[in-house]
């Protein structure tokens, strides 16, 4: 079994940065593939950014260029390094690890881009 718990979110202005980190115990961290998912109140959850085991990532198109997510197979972690944020990046966002037919999520963390 494993646990994640996020971190990192909070109230910031249009233009800022935010850096969400996700900590994961319970398990060998290193053989997940983990993603970053968030939810807009009245919206369906989306997946924002994943990274692989062996590193590879993707995004969403409308966080490329702004979004970087990362892990530190050392410290159990996975980033989620966020500037330029927009209005429309305020959700909750939930930290997913998965393996073959495995899958865990965090509690999630608030993010609000609000002036």
């Known amino acids: 079994q494993v646990q994640l718990v996020e971190s990192g979110g909070g109230l910031v202005q249009p233009g800022g940065s935010l850096r969400l980190s996700c900590a994961a115990s319970?398990?060998?961290?290193?053989?997940?593939?983990m993603g970053w998912y968030r939810q807009a109140p009245g919206k369906q959850r989306e997946l924002v950014a994943r990274i692989t085991s062996g590193g590879n990532t993707n995004y969403v198109d409308s966080v490329k260029g702004r979004f970087t997510i990362s892990r530190d197979n050392a410290k159990n972690t996975v980033y989620l390094q966020m500037n330029s944020l927009k209005p429309e990046d305020t959700a909750v966002y939930h930290c997913n690890a998965n393996y073959v037919n495995s899958e865990y999520w965090g509690q999630g963390t608030q993010v609000t881009v609000s002036s």
């Open positions: 319970g398990g060998l961290f290193s053989i997940y593939g």
